[in-house]
């Protein structure tokens, strides 16, 4: 099949738009929406400290490199990688050091916090402690925690995170399910500027996980492919099923969803606008009870190893 646009073979059909497109113009189509999707969430002047999350994943590492590539020619901005070591063996070390050698070709500076050195636990003894509940549960909140106290402490304007196409559509039809329409009013990307939160942008919020996955190997980035060993217990992975069918059916549901949220957006926030932040009384990390959740999280876990025989 050739690409719709040229004579050159094509390596994708985009099934949403009817294209078939060759490498070329596929590298262009993906660059020029997450460029466009740039511009749009973030005004960002002279002088700006760009941290990004990078697990090393497909993902993380397409949304370094871009913004890497957008950023890196102007000398007034810096592009910083954050990487988070949940401390799980046989899955976290591989992709730390993938991260590090992505991060060391480029001249990008790479930061690590790892659960150990913020909460004396690693996501393996966290399971050990709690084997019932979901993993997932304290390794969002955890990750969050981690990300935003490191791209404090390196003074970073905005925190940027690897999420795609099919992790936005799947949050938004999850909190619809749930009735969670406050937490549907909080999802990314951040428009307002709350202390102690360094506000996060999401550069592929519209590309498909599969055009990540192409994009990097296309590119030649090399990532880290390996599945952590408790996401088979979240319970994302049944609101991903229900999306892939759905999209397989109607090709342009993802898109669909978001554009959706997007318009109601501004409604939620008048109806739940943020909350007013207060520094955590254990930790100093800003939420809106006296305690954060990371937090309740690690002393509820600690007191659950103290009474351990």
Do not use: W
Request: proline share 6%; net charge neutral; hydrophobic share 35%.
């Amino acid at each position: 099949m050739l690409c719709s646009r040229c004579t050159n073979e094509a390596v994708t059909l985009i099934r949403y738009n009817g294209q078939h497109l060759c490498r070329e113009h596929f590298v262009a189509f993906l660059e020029k929406r997450v460029k466009a999707e740039i511009s749009s969430q973030v005004k960002l002047r002279g002088g700006a400290r760009i941290a990004v999350g990078l697990s090393g994943g497909k993902d993380s590492t397409v949304a370094t490199l871009l913004l890497h590539e957008v950023f890196a020619p102007r000398r007034d901005f810096e592009i910083h990688a954050i990487t988070v070591d949940e401390g799980i063996h046989g899955y976290r070390p591989e992709a730390l050091e993938v991260a590090r050698e992505f991060c060391a070709a480029r001249g990008i500076p790479h930061h690590v916090i790892s659960f150990e050195e913020a909460f004396g636990l690693t996501m393996d003894e966290i399971v050990q402690r709690d084997p019932d509940t979901i993993p997932c549960s304290y390794c969002g909140v955890l990750r969050r925690y981690c990300l935003n106290a490191k791209a404090r402490e390196i003074e970073a304007t905005v925190l940027a995170t690897g999420l795609n196409l099919d992790d936005t559509s799947q949050s938004i039809l999850m909190n619809l399910a749930r009735g969670d329409i406050g937490r549907l009013a909080r999802l990314g990307p951040h428009t307002s500027v709350q202390p102690g939160l360094v506000p996060r942008i999401q550069p592929l919020r519209t590309i498909p996980e599969k055009e990540t996955y192409l994009y990097a190997m296309l590119r030649g980035i090399e990532i880290c492919d390996a599945e952590c060993p408790y996401s088979t217990r979240a319970q994302r992975g049944r609101f991903r099923e229900i999306i892939d069918v759905l999209e397989s059916e109607s090709p342009g549901t993802r898109h669909a969803l978001l554009k959706s949220y997007d318009e109601l957006a501004p409604l939620l926030t008048q109806k739940f606008p943020p909350v007013e932040l207060n520094e955590c009384k254990a930790c100093g990390e800003p939420t809106g009870k006296e305690t954060c959740r990371a937090c309740e999280m690690v002393q509820k876990l600690k007191r659950a190893g103290s009474s351990s025989p």
